[in-house]
């Protein structure tokens, strides 16, 4: 049995450097298109910091109550056979994505807000 379920919001946090001076902190990029996933190590230059790390973080929103209602009468979450995959895609753009990388999924313990922003540069 294969079935696919959508999210039902979806954002990325971040902490990129915009400037040499600043950081976009409080940067929730709800209305980008995609969700950048990164760690860049030492790619910008900020004041303050000699070796600077940048990351993001995708926050993903499913409706856990529709996906179990979906799949009670046609299987057992307990069973060993039972397996989930996340499935995201790569829209590269002009930049080599990297090829061989681990992503870590963890459960928010609370909601979050899209938000409205849509780049990281304004």
């Known amino acids: ?10 954002t990325y946090i971040t902490n990129k450097i915009i400037s040499t001076s600043a950081r976009a902190t409080d940067a929730n990029l709800g209305g980008a298109s995609t969700m950048d ?7 910008t230059n900020i004041s303050g910091e000699t070796k600077p790390i940048e990351l ?9 109550q529709d996906i179990s209602a979906s799949l009670k009468s046609k299987t057992s979450f307990d069973d060993s ?7 995201l895609h790569d829209v590269q753009g002009n930049q080599i994505a990297p090829a061989n990388f681990t992503l870590a999924i963890f459960p928010l313990s609370q909601s979050f807000d899209e938000g409205i ?5 304004t």
């Open 37 to 43: 996933l990164f760690k860049l190590y030492d790619e």
């Open 81 to 87: 056979s039972f397996k989930c995959t996340l499935k």
């Open 1 to 10: 049995m294969y079935l696919v379920f959508t999210a039902s919001k979806d």
């Open 117 to 121: 922003g849509k780049d990281v540069s």
């Open 56 to 64: 993001s973080r995708a926050l993903i929103k499913f409706n856990l």
